[in-house]
T-cell receptor
Framework: NAGVTQTPKFQVLKTGQSMTLQCAQD?????MYWYRQDPGMGLRLIYY???????DKGEVPNGYNVSRLNKREFSLRLESAAPSQTSVYFC??????????????FGNGTRLTVT | AQSVTQLGSHVSVSEGALVLLRCNYS??????LFWYVQYPNQGLQLLLK??????LVKGINGFEAEFKKSETSFHLTKPSAHMSDAAEYFC??????????FGQGTRLTINP
């Protein structure tokens, strides 16, 4: 049982380049999330999807777009990467529909460097 | 804004000593509370979860946390630290209408 799978594990981009971070879960979860982790700032929510076909902005959505392709997959796109987007990105899922008491299941992260 | 604060970005203890990692939240309504652990180059894993059934919550790997409403705290403890406990620990809360809010994280180092 793979859980939450993120690809790629590492990526280096030049300023202005675009890329898509992929996330898939095999737990039949309804809700999926994208977070970024920066030193001393914990995890900050970028976008989330409470169910297939819906997406909503989180705390730090600027510079990102998302697609909930189907129930399993939730991708994060950087259209024009900036050095401020250098971070570790985590995808997570949970079975509910954004209920506050439902723990998250995390992928292993994508380490992105923008030069 | 509602928030979660972890006191101490870095805690260092000796092997066998008590581990205490502090977490406070700001909310007028008791939230759902979580502790997660992150080992190097991995995602976060759930340690334990508070859902109002009991104020003392036991988690995996010998950790436990106590919810104190009067202090708006949810501190994580372990009686005897093991080298394998070295990791980063995150407190998180489901606050109001917000999605899960995370604290800044505390890196735990265990000295032999």
């Amino acid at each position: 049982n793979a859980g939450v799978t993120q690809t790629p594990k590492f990526q280096v981009l030049k300023t202005g380049q675009s890329m898509t971070l992929q996330c898939a879960q095999d737990m039949n979860h309804n809700s999926m999330y994208w977070y970024r982790q920066d030193p001393g700032m914990g995890l900050r929510l970028i976008y989330y999807s409470a169910s297939e076909g819906t997406t909503d902005k989180g705390e730090v959505p600027n510079g990102y777009n998302v697609s909930r392709l189907n129930k399993r997959e939730f991708s994060l796109r950087l259209e024009s990467a900036a050095p401020s987007q250098t971070s570790v990105y985590f995808c997570a899922s949970e079975p509910g529909q954004g209920k506050r008491n439902s723990p998250l299941h995390f992928g292993n992260g994508t380490r992105l460097t923008v030069t | 804004a509602q928030s979660v604060t972890q006191l101490g970005s870095h805690v260092s203890v000796s092997e066998g000593a008590l581990v205490l990692l502090r977490c406070n939240y700001s909310s007028s309504v008791p939230p759902y509370l979580f502790w997660y652990v992150q080992y190097p180059n991995q995602g976060l894993q759930l340690l334990l979860k508070y859902t109002s059934a009991a104020t003392l919550v036991k988690g995996i790997n010998g950790f436990e946390a106590e919810f104190k409403k009067s202090e708006t705290s949810f501190h994580l403890t372990k009686p005897s630290a093991h080298m394998s406990d070295a990791a980063e620990y995150f407190c998180a809360a489901g606050l109001g209408a917000q999605k899960l809010v995370f604290g800044q994280g505390t890196r735990l180092t265990i000295n032999p």
